[in-house]
């Protein structure tokens, strides 16, 4: 069964924007928690930006702060990561990821990848001139 899938990834120069979407079917259309981790070749996942349905709180990486913007639409089961001010060091696999609870909460968000049960299998950014 397939429960998340994303799409939206490209080639983007620097400085410009994007945005890639997920989704979400299954048990994971219900989580509270979703979000999304970026790789990169030889490396773990690392987070990038979560949002608490209940109560619609949003938190992200410092790295991210002020340029990504993540929401969710229940209604179609959708969740978007809008990119701005792109950087290269922006470049990488993006994966949408959910649970539905312990990853996140009133009290933040946990990126460690072992909090989240349910992952999509990704989609590329690339942020080059």
């Known amino acids: 069964e397939i429960e998340l899938v994303e799409s ?3 080639l983007v120069q620097p400085g410009g924007s994007l945005r890639v979407t997920c989704a979400a079917s299954g048990s994971a259309a ?3 928690c979703m ?3 970026r790789q990169v070749p030889g490396k773990g996942r690392q987070g990038v930006a979560a949002i608490y349905t209940p109560n619609g709180n949003q938190y992200y990486s410092a790295s991210v702060e002020g340029r990504f913007t993540i929401s969710r639409d229940t209604a179609t089961n959708t969740l978007y990561l809008d990119m701005s001010d792109l950087k290269t ?3 990488g696999m ?3 990821a ?10 933040g968000a946990s990126w460690v990848e072992e909090h989240w049960s349910v992952w999509g ?3 590329q950014v ?4």
């Open 89 to 91: 060091q922006d470049t």
């Open 126 to 129: 690339t942020v080059s001139s």
């Open 35 to 37: 979000g999304w981790f």
């Open 98 to 107: 959910a649970a539905s609870d312990g990853a996140c909460g009133q009290w």
């Open 30 to 32: 219900a989580s509270n």
């Open 121 to 123: 299998q990704g989609t």
């Open 94 to 96: 993006y994966i949408c």
């Open 8 to 10: 939206g990834g490209n």
